[in-house]
């Protein structure tokens, strides 16, 4: 079993012979080693001088479980016995940061290293002031120390409480999570449903942690899914968009939306995205294209900004609350910005939508009938608005699901490749398509006149 891992990880993880005693067995105090090179040097900086201070401290969680796997840690956390208050006093450029879960952040130029104090169980005497939960059992406030061991246990899941003690260095294991790193399985510490309970959270987590590492899950961590995501409902919306963007730009949408679906965590995120998938199969085969599209432009090093995610989201919504559908009528387009601002306001009751993502995902909607719009200079000033690439991008998004836009998308992409004859050429064509009104025309006439007169100037 661990000759797996250690082919997987490929040298960066080497067991220590101390712990192993030569034995092939897991050992029963588990400790490994990992390769020093490719932890932060900022990280190990900051456990150095919380050592120099007389602190123990150790690197912790996420890294420890990428390091073992072989991919790269996003971020470095520390886990140490000083007190939030004792930490910022050891480091000039560092600030406290959270109420609920009070931490602190050590700057290290571009980088920052989280540094927690290890949590302990709550006590009544507690409450109140470091503690506090919910009815429900979530917990509200979690800022009662403890030891390295009691820290363990309140981590989420046996593959995120590994400790790294960089002088020794030994991986420690308090949880068996090596064993499940081994046969690669998401398993919660502790009783599920109340590990879920105290954080709704933990569920997300749980899936994106399953596709990132295409890990199973536990059958005991699994169970208790569907009957409490109806949880998600008590978590702040502002914590549930910072989820959403993880889940969704971790390059694996498809896959984590499949998942959320299961779970009927979806609906608790995108009510009503879930029910306009429930009504149309239309709907969903435009969300699995558009989450198809923002893997492979991550997958391939481009960027998707999350104003493009939300509008493809909630397009299916949108068309479902237009009084006509758009083939056959395109909505005016102060209907529109309307319609879309209700649509935000709504989501955000869920996973708040910041207005510098609320603005262009509008924006998105409102070009798809701005793009129709091509006489005159109309066509060359779209083609310099900033928001044209992306409502170029969602137009051949929809097309490409079968939406009929009378074959907009095309002309849009011959528009671009043409040089300036043939632009003006495609213009004419259009203008011959469409007349001006006449009540457009009668206007310009009596304006000419009206200047001719000399009544305007
Ligand atoms: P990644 O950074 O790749 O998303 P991570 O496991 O490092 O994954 P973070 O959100 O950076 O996740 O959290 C760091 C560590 O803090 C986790 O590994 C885990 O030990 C602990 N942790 C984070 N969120 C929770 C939670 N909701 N409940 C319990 N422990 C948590
Ligand atoms: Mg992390």
Redesign the pocket.
């Known amino acids: 079993m661990l000759k797996k891992i250690f082919k997987s990880v490929d040298g960066l993880f080497k067991r220590s012979d101390k712990a192993s005693g030569g034995s092939q067995q897991l050992p029963s105090k588990k400790k490994y080693t990992l390769e020093q090179e490719h932890i932060s040097k900022n990280a190990l900086e900051t456990i150095k001088k919380l050592h120099k201070e007389g602190y123990e401290a150790y690197l912790?969680?996420?890294?420890i479980?990428?390091l073992l796997l072989s991919l790269r840690?996003?971020?470095f956390?520390v886990a140490t016995n000083a007190t939030p208050e004792q930490v910022k006093k050891i480091f000039r450029n560092s600030r406290v940061i959270g109420r609920r879960f009070k931490l602190v952040h050590v700057f290290w130029g571009k980088e920052t290293i989280e540094v927690a104090t290890f949590r302990g169980p709550h006590s009544k005497d507690d409450i109140a002031t470091d503690a506090a939960q919910h009815s429900s059992g979530r917990i509200l406030r979690d800022n009662v120390y403890g030891t390295i061991e009691q820290d363990a246990t309140?981590?989420?899941f046996t593959i995120?409480?590994f400790y790294y003690d960089i002088v020794k260095k030994q991986v420690l294991d308090h949880v068996n999570g090596l064993e499940d790193i081994n046969s690669k399985v998401i398993r919660l510490i502790g009783n599920p449903q109340k590990r879920y309970q105290e954080?709704p959270?933990?569920m997300l987590?749980a899936i994106?942690f399953m596709v990132?590492l295409d890990f199973s899950i536990a059958s005991e961590t699994e169970q208790p899914l569907n009957q409490l995501s109806y949880l998600l409902g008590d978590i702040p919306a502002a914590r549930l968009f910072d989820e959403v963007l993880?889940l969704f730009l971790s390059g694996n949408a498809v896959k984590i939306f499949t998942l959320l679906c299961q779970y009927n965590l979806f609906s608790y995120l995108f009510p009503l995205t879930a029910k306009a998938l429930d009504k149309s199969p239309q709907a969903e085969k435009f969300i699995r294209q558009a989450l198809i599209n923002t893997d492979d432009r991550l997958n391939s090093g481009k960027t998707v900004n999350p104003a493009f995610l939300y509008a493809s989201l909630l397009w299916p919504v949108l068309l479902e609350h237009l009084e006509k559908p758009i083939s056959e009528n395109l909505p005016n387009l102060l209907d529109l910005h309307d319609l879309a601002n209700e649509l935000i306001a709504e989501q955000s009751k869920y996973t708040t939508i910041p207005k510098r993502f609320g603005i262009p995902i509008r924006e998105i909607w409102e070009a798809q009938i701005r793009l129709t719009r091509r006489q005159g200079k109309k066509a060359d000033a779209l083609l310099v608005h900033p928001r044209f690439r992306a409502g170029y991008d969602f137009l051949l998004l929809r097309e490409s699901v079968g939406e009929d836009t009378a074959g907009l998308g095309k002309w849009w992409t011959c528009y671009q490749q043409a040089d300036d004859q043939q632009r003006r050429t495609m213009i004419r064509q259009v203008n011959g398509d469409k007349k001006p009104s006449r009540r457009k025309r009668y206007h310009y006439k009596s304006k000419a006149k009206n200047k001719a007169e000399g009544k305007i100037d």
């Open positions: 912790v969680g996420g890294c479980r990428d840690p996003k971020d956390d309140r981590r989420d995120n409480a954080d959270v933990r987590r994106r990132k993880k």
